[in-house]
């Protein structure tokens, strides 16, 4: 009977590990999602990234994905404004959320702003490698409401992870999304 259990952990804990390896090497399954073209009533750029997030946000706005954007993040929300204002987004279409600091406080405060103004469906646009975590917490804050992802793509290849440095932001972001889901329930799965 031990002989048998050591058997099945050992064969579980190799699993784990090709499971490990695969997430390393193949990060887009595990990390990215992408709803598709969708259409909505606001768009919500996370802060953080680069220029990628908004160059995205204007994007979809300029396909009416949606009427409006909502830019969340303190420290980068005036450049994130600012860019989209360059990238043809009108002023009055784009509103700031200048509070949060973490994808978490995204959105918390983010949701609040929706529930108030009764907007029901939003597109989170964020980096490839951080759509999964922040889909899932957005879900995981106001479950009423339907919440679709459309990420940018930059430097999604893995030539362009060592001038870009997103390697290393892959690998936290696995360590993220643990966090996230051992301290919050915030199930990155569902």
């Known amino acids: 009977m ?9 064969v ?13 090497v193949f ?3 595990f990390l990215c999602v992408d709803s ?18 908004p160059v ?26 600012g860019l989209l204002l360059a990238a043809g987004v009108p002023a009055n279409a784009i509103e700031l959320e200048n509070q949060s600091r973490t994808t978490r406080e995204n ?9 108030e103004e009764k907007l029901g469906r939003v597109i989170i646009v964020t980096s490839w490698y951080h759509s999964r975590r922040a889909l899932a917490c957005f879900r995981h804050y106001a479950p009423e409401l339907k919440f679709y992802s459309r990420p940018s ?14 390697g290393g932001r892959v690998r936290l972001e696995y360590v993220k999304l643990l966090g996230y889901w051992m301290r919050d329930g915030v199930c990155p799965f569902f």
């Open 36 to 53: 598709g073209p969708v259409k909505a009533d606001v768009i919500v750029i996370l802060g953080g990234g680069s220029h990628e997030r």
């Open 27 to 29: 990060p887009q399954p």
């Open 12 to 24: 579980l804990l190799g699993l784990l590990l090709l499971l490990a390896v695969a997430a390393m």
């Open 153 to 166: 793509y930059f430097a999604s290849a893995r030539p362009d992870w060592p001038q870009n440095r997103i």
């Open 107 to 115: 959105a918390q405060f983010t949701v609040k702003l929706l529930r």
């Open 56 to 81: 995205r946000a204007a994007e979809l706005f300029k396909e009416h994905a949606a009427p409006r954007i909502i830019v969340s993040g303190r420290g980068d929300c005036e450049i994130n404004r």
């Open 2 to 10: 031990l002989k048998w259990f050591f058997k099945i952990a050992l």
